[in-house]
């Protein structure tokens, strides 16, 4: 059984940090890309960043560019969002995803369609 559990959310005071983490079981994602999505309420969910399997290329939305950072450690199967100078718009449940098949090349995947297997998101909330 394929598993993405996130961990590290919480309550920072605007200004903080917070760093997230989504480990993988039940299969390898060494050849697959990952990446980071967010909803508010009463938002759509969207992409926060990804990462190509190799980890040579990312994507980040362009209201977390220069804040955020994402990483990934295959031989953890684990993929990592560090979030530097948070904002109150910056609160929402965050999850992983990470896409089903497998690469010879280095693809950065930004939609949501695009990946098949979802972590149960955790929250982060910057108070002001």
């Known amino acids: 059984q394929v598993q993405l559990v996130e961990s590290g959310g919480g309550l920072v005071q605007a200004g903080g940090s917070l760093r997230l983490s989504c480990a993988a079981s039940g299969r390898t994602f060494s050849t697959s890309p990952m990446a980071w999505f967010r909803q508010a309420p009463g938002k759509e969910r969207e992409i926060v960043a990804a990462?190509?399997?190799?980890?040579?290329?990312?994507y980040y939305v362009d209201s977390v560019k220069g804040r955020f950072t994402i990483s990934r450690d295959n031989a953890k199967n684990t993929v990592y969002l560090q979030m530097n100078s948070l904002k109150p718009e910056d609160t929402a449940v965050y999850y992983c995803?990470?896409?089903?098949?497998?690469?010879?090349?280095?693809?950065?995947?930004?939609?949501?369609?695009?990946?098949?297997?979802w972590g149960q998101g955790t929250q982060v909330t910057v108070s002001s």
């Open positions: 990462i190509s399997w190799s980890g040579s290329s990312t």
């Open positions: 995803a990470a896409a089903g098949s497998s690469y010879f090349y280095d693809p950065i995947l930004t939609g949501g369609d695009e990946y098949d297997y």
